[in-house]
């Protein structure tokens, strides 16, 4: 919206849409774009006429849509764990299990989530029933359990997604560890992204490449082709527009520290702005030489 503003556009204020209501409403024209789709996940919630009157432009974040499951760093290390795989092995499981069931407790989402349906799905096709305890429950409490139990100096496992504030407050490859699936075996609606849920250069992953058994998405501008063809300018901003998931991330933490106000936004970005003036005048200058060709 800054950058719109800048390069001499009125933006409304963001309006809070479903997936499915917004890809109908960029399809039909009444939204021009929004800066957050996630692909391949959302596809299937694209309308049949979709690829008609929108489309995906640049990558806010490429690959940047990561989830899988991660443990604490001084138990990864200490037990070698590389994978779900490692959790049959009995020590492991006393380490991790925090509630006396016998079985290492897995912090992971809440009922509904499709996330939740592939953990069930990876526990029971990995031969993890008896070692593995799925915890289900609102991800905020669950993470709050993370924290704690972190903080105590226990093992912890738990799955996230990037960009998240979870990832800020515990960062992989100094607090916690990615590992991997022990092979990609996928629910059968995810069997053609198979080969997106293996990724290389992962930061505090435990090998290189990681199967991390959950897709990596890419996050996307999503926007409405009569729009885009009226506004060169936008466009090529569509194209350029890039913010790291590390930057992403730490605003989120903020905002789940109670800076989540408008205001407290505005100041997040000008923060960014000012730390990004490279990037951000290009950014300008590339929109404005498109609107000048």
């Known amino acids: 919206r800054r950058a719109l503003s800048e390069l001499g ?23 021009d774009f929004w800066a957050n789709s996630w692909f391949p996940n959302q596809i299937p919630q694209l309308p049949k006429n979709f690829s008609e009157n929108a489309a995906a432009y640049g990558y806010v974040v490429k690959a940047g849509g990561l989830q899988g499951y991660l443990v604490d760093a001084k138990h990864q290390k200490k037990f070698n764990i590389t994978s779900l795989a490692d959790f049959k092995r009995p020590e492991v499981q006393r380490a991790f299990d925090h509630d006396g069931d016998g079985k290492a407790d897995l912090f992971g989402a809440p009922d509904g989530w499709k996330v939740t349906e592939v953990m069930a799905h990876h526990i029971e096709t990995y031969g993890l029933e008896d070692h593995v305890n799925l915890k289900k429950a609102s991800y905020n409490a669950l993470f709050a359990d993370v924290i704690g139990t972190h903080a105590a100096g226990k093992g912890v496992l738990f799955y996230t997604w990037t960009p998240n504030w979870s990832v800020y407050k515990l960062k992989p490859g100094k607090d916690v560890m990615w590992i991997n699936v022990p092979e990609i075996k996928p629910l059968p609606e995810f069997a053609d992204s198979a080969d997106k849920m293996v990724a290389s250069g992962i930061v505090g992953a435990v090998s290189d490449p990681i199967k991390l058994g959950f897709v990596i998405n890419d996050i996307r501008i999503v926007a409405n082709k009569k729009f885009v063809e009226a506004n060169p300018a936008a466009k090529k901003l569509f194209e350029v527009f890039r913010v790291s998931v590390a930057d992403i991330s730490a605003q989120n933490a903020k905002m789940k520290n109670g800076e989540n106000k408008m205001k407290d936004i505005e100041k997040h970005v000008d923060e960014w702005i000012a730390a990004h003036q490279e990037t951000w005048q290009s950014w300008l200058k590339q929109a404005r030489d498109a609107a000048n060709e």
């Open 9 to 31: 556009y009125e933006v409304e204020k963001p309006k809070m849409l479903t997936n499915p209501m917004f890809y109908t409403s960029v399809t039909q024209g009444t939204i």
